[in-house]
């Protein structure tokens, strides 16, 4: 498997460092410091603020659907 681009993951996390470090937690001084090609671990902490915005994305889906549903 390949390993992921620094641009890239800024680009799925919200298109601007800020919003990066904001998903993974961290300051954007700390997403400035990775190196272009990203390590194994900080592919992981990507990936997993990946999945809890697409978590959260499905959960707010869910409530939205279930209130539209009791008014109807």
Not at 21 to 50: F, K
Not at 51 to 68: C, G, P, T
Request: charged content about 20%.
């Amino acid at each position: 498997m390949l390993g992921m681009k620094k641009s890239d993951a800024i680009c799925l996390l919200g298109g601007s460092v800020a919003k990066a470090a904001e998903a993974i937690g961290v300051n954007s001084q700390a997403i400035s410091q990775w190196p272009e090609d990203l390590p194994a671990r900080l592919t992981d902490r990507v990936q997993a603020a990946l999945w809890r915005m697409h978590h959260a994305q499905r959960q707010e889906s869910a409530a939205v659907e279930a209130s539209e549903g009791a008014s109807a």
